[in-house]
């Protein structure tokens, strides 16, 4: 999907690299399981959907009974031509309306496991329409990030895009 282009799915990671304690078989396990999410910018939600469950495995099983790839998901109107998209969300935490003013930083929702979701994890993406199946994706710029990279190497940016495989931690 051409919205899905410049998305992300973000985990949180031990000093490893690993995502869960234990064998990971139940979404418990995760350490980004339950998580906040809050909102990247100032906004208006435009879509929300709540009351999928969360799939009670996890470790690369997907729920045969999800009804939205989506699962629980929030869309957020940022200004004319971008729209974040959060997706995967715990059911029941998601914590703004249809037509709500969100601002920097406020508390959404949490991080789940529902719809098509293999771990516990928060699919984001940026896009150029309200509509998940008609939009496109636009590259997301991170702010104030420390960013290791597969070899090692790590460096603070003020601004950055970031790629696959690099380890991300927030700057306050």
Not at 26 to 48: F, K, L, Q, R, T
Not at 85 to 113: Q, T, Y
Request: negative net charge; charged residues 30%.
């Amino acid at each position: 999907m051409l919205a899905q282009r410049y998305a992300y799915d973000f985990v949180v990671t031990d000093d490893k690299g690993a995502t869960h304690n234990g064998d990971g078989s139940g979404p418990e396990d995760y350490y980004c399981y339950g998580d906040p999410v809050v909102s990247p910018a100032d906004g208006v939600v435009v879509a929300a959907s709540d009351g999928h469950r969360d799939y009670h495995r996890a470790g690369g099983w997907l729920d045969p009974r999800q009804r939205d790839m989506r699962g629980n998901y929030l869309t957020i109107k940022h200004a004319d031509g971008e729209y974040s998209l959060f997706a995967h969300l715990k059911e029941d935490s998601i914590r703004v309306l249809e037509g709500e003013r969100v601002e920097r930083g406020e508390r959404i929702g949490r991080c789940g496991h529902s719809g098509n979701s293999t771990e516990p994890h928060l699919h984001f993406q940026l896009q150029d329409r309200p509509s998940f199946f008609r939009s496109m994706g636009l590259p997301i710029q991170f702010e104030n990030a420390l960013v290791r990279d597969p070899d090692g190497e790590t460096e603070k940016f003020e601004s950055a895009y970031i790629r696959e495989g690099q380890r991300v931690t927030a700057l306050e």
